[in-house]
């Protein structure tokens, strides 16, 4: 994703390594904004830690700083362990808190996972590892959905946690941790090109879900209110 008119810088903490674009340099905040998250994770995972290793949802917790409810609730509806959405959930978290700071465009990606505010439609294109897809496509999503969560889930690519073999499942809605759950749950499916079908019946049935693609190998499935365009 690059948008022309705003600035694009980096922000690293620990494991957290955000690409970011906005209008102003939001830099200091958005380090801050990281620090809160993880701690706010990280302090959980010290009192509960199933909520690290879960593959599966646990049980919501009303006491959970916002951002674990919120992965909590995201885990619940895709049928995945908390930590799955923990990329997105920041993305957002940090997002989110851009918004009090900036009313231009925002855009926060942290390892495939996007948070984006967008005021114009706005073009994303999907790497997808060795596939001969791998960046010749592109996601274009309308300005109506303004705030939007746009993650990639990949076996064959990065050092997440996937029991699938999709060079990418990448799932749009307007929420960047239920994207990033959704994107492990379907990811996780995907074995071969036969199961492009069954991970596109998940994507139509989740009514949260804008729109989702998925790449293995040559072959590509899509559905939902998104536009692909070549690159």
Not at 47 to 71: G, R
Not at 110 to 115: E, V
Not at 143 to 167: L, M, P, Q, R
Request: proline letters at 3%.
């Amino acid at each position: 994703m690059s948008r022309k008119g705003l600035l694009r810088y980096e922000v690293i903490h620990k494991e957290t390594d955000l690409h970011i674009q906005t209008a102003i340099n939001l830099k200091e905040h958005i380090s801050d904004y990281i620090i809160q998250a993880r701690t706010q994770i990280e302090s959980y995972i010290a009192k509960n830690p199933n909520f690290l290793t879960s593959f599966v949802p646990l049980a919501f917790d009303p006491f959970a700083p916002k951002i674990v409810q919120e992965m909590l609730v995201a885990s619940e509806k895709a049928n995945v362990g908390p930590m799955a959405a923990v990329a997105g959930a920041i993305a957002e978290f940090v997002g989110k808190k851009c918004r009090d700071l900036t009313d231009g465009e925002i855009f926060i990606e942290n390892g495939g996972d996007i948070y984006a505010f967008i005021k114009e439609n706005a073009n994303f294109v999907i790497y997808a590892g060795k596939s001969p897809i791998s960046n010749k496509i592109a996601i274009e999503i309308s300005k109506n959905y303004s705030e939007t969560g746009v993650c990639t889930s990949s076996g064959t690519v990065g050092h997440s946690k996937s029991f699938g073999k999709a060079d990418a499942v990448t799932i749009i809605s307007g929420s960047a941790t239920l994207s990033d759950a959704f994107a492990t749950f379907v990811g996780n499916m995907i074995k071969s090109d036969n199961d492009i079908e069954k991970g596109l019946e998940i994507i139509k049935n989740a009514p949260e879900i804008i729109g989702g693609v998925i790449i293995i190998g040559s072959k590509m499935g899509a559905y939902g209110e998104i536009k692909i365009l070549p690159v």
